[in-house]
């Protein structure tokens, strides 16, 4: 058989694997040494106990007969699809139905498997930097091109740098898909009403869908950035967006998120038909999916409780505390810093022009710390790393003093 020859196209390992593979190189050449994880956005903090009872309640429920559930509806049960649309959605006046919501394992695998229901030949605009699923899987869906100095020959790059504030704009070129994330991954900025209005006036304008990646919303604290991409006029007809508990409720090891397709989103066939993306989107979680664990889903469901929505609340803040604790650490040592405001990352550009991986390299051998190099989100990247709140408050602080303590150095 023939493989799918994009997958020879792709660098050899995805980002976090490949952090991962040179973390385990240090400890096995340096045994004994602590090194605190300051790198993948993975959570410390138990889930709420509200989840933890709700779960244990439905693995009572699967060892009865008369409450024993197979195989679920693909695209959620009812009773978390109901939740979501309450408490995510007509709790911020924005009116999503029901069966426009579909529950799944995770943001990361919906972003990945997105690609099935639009063309291959269809433009994707990607931002530079971001978070590297949304290039990965394009390529290996046949939508990348060629490899050309670090840039896909077929995306459309949405520029961000410093000069920006890392925030993307509206390009003159036509693209088909947009890729977007606020607050984004890995810099942490989020866009306000005004700069997502003027996405959506662009996507209408040239029929375009925008993939909206907003598994960081909980961490919105400013009132002038919106949590959906919904509470935009007219997002609905060129909008998908995309959620995780994985961020908010420590879900990352159990795998829930949902993903939002509404009504009136439509894409156009091969003969101009407009055909509904909901539509689709449900063929194929049919297809290719069976749904997530009734166990997990009552635990997420449980999240939505007066309980759960308190106890989700404060592992956010916790996680926030420790990003504004970062940032102030990171600037008042110098550094020039973006997000860990609204956002569990901060971004931090490198003083003396080392590259991302030198840096990454050099913390992780000087002060036993390991980060995300900047590089691994796209070209934008080199020169920064991306440093996460995810840790606990005794790891941040010790992780700061070590990188403070030699940062004369770098
Ligand atoms: C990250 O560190 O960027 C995320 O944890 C990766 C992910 O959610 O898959």
């Known amino acids: 058989m023939r493989i799918n020859d994009n997958f020879e196209k792709l660098p ?25 994880r300051m790198d993948i956005g993975d959570v410390t903090l138990p889930i709420p106990q509200a989840a933890v009872e709700a779960m244990h309640r439905a693995v009572e429920d699967m060892a009865a007969s008369r ?12 009773f978390l699809r109901r939740a979501v649309a309450e408490g995510d959605y007509a709790s911020r006046g924005v009116d999503i139905a029901d069966n426009e919501i579909f529950i799944s394992d995770g943001a990361k695998s919906d972003l990945g498997n997105l690609g099935d229901i639009f063309s291959v030949d ?30 896909w020959s077929n995306f459309l790059y949405l520029e961000c740098t410093a000069e920006n504030g890392f925030k993307p704009v509206p390009p003159a070129a036509h693209a088909d898909v947009i890729y977007l994330c606020s607050p984004a991954n890995p810099t942490g900025t989020s866009f306000s009403r005004d700069e997502l209005k003027a996405w959506v006036d662009y996507a209408r304008r040239e029929s375009a869908l925008i993939i909206y990646d907003s598994a960081y919303c909980a961490y919105i604290s400013d009132p002038a950035v919106p949590h959906s991409i919904y509470e935009i006029e007219g997002a ?11 961020k908010t409720a420590g879900f990352t090891g159990l795998r829930c998120g949902y993903t939002v397709v509404p009504e009136v989103l439509k894409g156009s066939d091969g ?27 009552r635990g997420a469901e449980a999240l939505y409780t007066p309980e759960g929505l308190a106890q989700t609340k404060a592992n956010v803040e916790y996680y926030l505390e420790n990003a504004a604790l970062i940032r102030m650490r990171m600037q008042d040592a110098g550094f020039l810093v973006f997000g860990g405001v609204d956002s569990p990352y901060v971004w931090v550009k490198s003083p003396n022009g080392e590259n991302s991986w030198d840096l990454f390299a050099r913390l992780l051998k000087e002060a036993h710390i390991s980060c995300t190099p900047g590089s691994g989100f796209g070209s934008n990247g080199e020169g920064y790393i991306r440093l996460t709140g995810f840790n606990t408050r005794e790891n941040t602080e010790k992780a700061m003093e070590r990188l403070l303590a030699v940062s004369k150095n770098i």
């Open 12 to 36: 050899e390992s995805y980002l976090f694997s490949t952090v991962a593979a040179r973390l385990r190189e240090f400890k096995e050449q340096n045994p004994g040494v602590e090194v605190i």
């Open 67 to 78: 409450t024993f559930h197979g195989y679920g509806p693909e695209q959620g049960y009812d």
């Open 122 to 151: 269809s433009t994707v605009a990607v931002t530079d930097p971001g978070y590297p699923v949304y290039v990965d899987a394009n390529v290996i869906d046949g939508r990348g091109g060629r490899l050309e100095d670090g840039r």
């Open 236 to 246: 609905k007809e060129v909008a998908i967006e995309v959620r995780s508990f994985s």
């Open 271 to 297: 003969q101009g038909r407009k055909i509904s993306l909901r539509k689709l989107w449900l063929r194929r979680q049919t297809t290719k999916f069976n749904g997530a664990s009734y166990i997990i889903q």
